[in-house]
T-cell receptor, first 113, second 115 residues
Framework: AQSVTQPDIHITVSEGASLELRCNYS??????LFWYVQSPGQGLQLLLK??????LVQGIKGFEAEFKRSQSSFNLRKPSVHWSDAAEYFC???????????FGRGTSLIVHP | DTAVSQTPKYLVTQMGNDKSIKCEQN?????MYWYKQDSKKFLKIMFS???????INETVPNRFSPKSPDKAHLNLHINSLELGDSAVYFC??????????????FGPGTRLTVL
């Protein structure tokens, strides 16, 4: 079975600073990888996903993520954070043959002005 | 148009009551899900329903039962509510074609408070 770890519970950055949120997964084959964002009081929204191909994936809102098989990681990055990016971020991993993804525990992003 | 909708948005009830949460998706997806999000934001899968195949997380109490009248709806019934059932419940859907995980589209959530 697959699993996913988000080692940082909270991340605090200043507006305009760069951001990297960490995600590590465990799965024997090539996984399906997702990043979702949850704004306060809202449901989750897909930022980007990786199934195959180019390991650098571009998403919405200026986010990108890079799949590194050797490190079993799929870290999310943004070059310049905006105050509106303050939210909860979830990494998820899926596998072939299963409809059910496994979500990480989430990382809460706090943005200081 | 809202892709995945849930009603009600807020639900406050007494212990021991029975309640239902409704979910509808207009995306034509084959698979629907129910998740429970606790106060620490941990997202736990409760059920997955695909083409009349129900996959249940074995840790979910049998007081919780999903009901799917058709492919576009997956309602959640909860019997004998307990304090620990207080949480935000999310419905989601995905195309899940080819037998693998695909993008999940989430509803806005239902905040359940049991007094």
């Amino acid at each position: 079975a697959q699993s996913v770890t988000q080692p940082d519970i909270h991340i605090t950055v200043s507006e305009g600073a760069s951001l990297e949120l960490r995600c590590n997964y465990s799965y024997g084959a090539t996984p399906y990888l997702f990043w979702y964002v949850q704004s306060p009081g809202q449901g989750l929204q897909l930022l980007l996903k990786y199934f195959s191909g180019d390991t650098l994936v571009q998403g919405i809102k200026g986010f990108e993520a890079e799949f590194k098989r050797s490190q079993s990681s799929f870290n999310l990055r943004k070059p310049s954070v905006h105050w509106s990016d303050a939210a909860e971020y979830f990494c998820a991993v899926g596998a072939g043959g299963s409809y059910i993804p496994t979500f990480g525990r989430g990382t809460s992003l706090i943005v200081h002005p | 148009d809202t892709a995945v909708s849930q009603t009600p948005k807020y639900l406050v009830t007494q212990m021991g009551n029975d309640k239902s949460i409704k979910c509808e998706q207009n995306l034509g997806h084959d698979t629907m899900y129910w998740y429970k999000q606790d106060s620490k934001k941990f997202l736990k899968i409760m059920f997955s329903y695909n083409n009349k195949e129900l996959i249940i997380n074995e840790t979910v109490p049998n007081r919780f039962s999903p009901k799917s009248p058709d492919k576009a709806h997956l309602n959640l019934h909860i019997n004998s509510l307990e304090l620990g059932d207080s949480a935000v419940y999310f419905c989601a859907s995905s195309q899940a074609s080819g037998g693998h995980t695909d993008t999940q589209y989430f509803g806005p959530g239902t905040r359940l408070t049991v007094l």
